[in-house]
């Protein structure tokens, strides 16, 4: 990226980090190493202990199965008892699996992290400690972003389909759908004006060699860049939502053909999307970085 003294915008020079990381895959292949090295063992553990909660409960499958959009109420029931047969059941196994797969997530993220960003640039400062800070407080602000979200799901559905049916009136649809998508889109936008901070604090402690107080402070102190950080993050935000919808698109390709294709067929078609889909976002993880990175140094300079 390159600035002649004129105005610079976050994302002019985007293209350019994404072939720059595109033509170096050692970068991708090192963060999907550490992502899924340790995300297979969380999710086979996750699973191994979701069957095992399955079959101490007896759920009623058939009123799951017959949910549909046309009568909302009665799967909103559906849904809900289904969450009072299993919750009691889950929550012994939550308390220490989340826990547990929060703090080795969070060191092994800062392990990981730490390696591609010097993969990139040898001249970086080695700071596993002020990044596993760092991170550990990103994954909090992250997790409070799921639970707003999660809350605005649920009121909705009390605003638009619980709340008049139980007055004796009609459940909205239209209207859950629209407060879903606003809502999300509200989630996405907050995290976009608040997560750069810790998305930048990590790479300024490893160029300048600094603690995790004053990483801090210095990505706060960031002036101009603030609003061109801020662009970047919204630019990411945007691809991820395309990046989901591909996979959405490409899962459905076989539907079509569904009467001609084995389970076989359709369960390594869908696993390979899947796989794509991981690949995807573990490739603009990188891309992200590496744009703060160049974008920050253009502004220094």
């Not at 799951?64 to 008892?81: I, K, S």
């Not at 459905?252 to 001609?260: G, I, K, M, W």
Request: with cysteine; hydrophobic share 60%.
């Amino acid at each position: 990226m390159r600035h002649d003294g004129g105005p610079i915008r976050g994302t002019q020079s985007f293209v350019g980090v994404m072939t720059e990381v595109w033509r170096r895959p050692s970068l991708t292949g090192l963060e999907i190493l550490w992502r899924w090295a340790v995300g297979m063992p969380i999710v086979a553990l996750a699973a191994w202990q979701a069957l095992l909660v399955s079959r101490s409960v007896s759920l009623d499958t058939a009123a799951l199965e017959t949910m549909t959009v046309f009568r909302p109420v009665e799967a909103f029931a559906a849904m809900g008892a289904a969450a009072r047969t299993i919750l009691p059941a889950a929550m012994p196994v939550a308390v220490w699996l989340l826990p547990v797969a929060a703090v080795v997530w969070v060191v092994m993220a800062a392990v990981g992290r730490s390696v591609v960003l010097l993969r990139f640039d040898r001249a970086l400062a080695v700071r596993p400690a002020t990044v596993l800070v760092l991170g550990a407080l990103r994954a909090v602000l992250l997790m409070a972003a799921w639970a707003l979200w999660c809350w605005m799901m649920l009121a909705a559905g009390r605003i638009a389909i619980t709340g008049p049916a139980a007055r004796g009136g009609e459940a909205d649809v239209v209207l859950y759908s629209a407060m879903l998508i606003c809502g999300s889109l509200l989630v996405y936008v907050l995290w976009a004006v608040v997560g750069w901070v810790f998305q930048l604090a990590p790479l300024l402690a490893m160029q300048r060699n600094l603690g995790a107080v004053a990483s801090l402070k210095a990505a706060l102190d960031g002036g101009a860049a603030r609003g061109k950080l801020i662009e970047v993050n919204l630019v990411m935000c945007i691809v991820k939502i395309a990046v989901l919808v591909l996979a959405m698109v490409f899962s459905a390709c076989p539907l079509p053909f569904s009467n001609v294709e084995s389970p076989t067929f359709l369960a390594c078609w869908w696993g390979g999307v899947i796989v794509a889909y991981l690949a995807a976002l573990d490739y603009f993880h990188v891309v992200h970085a590496v744009a703060y990175l160049r974008l920050w140094r253009t502004l220094e300079g």
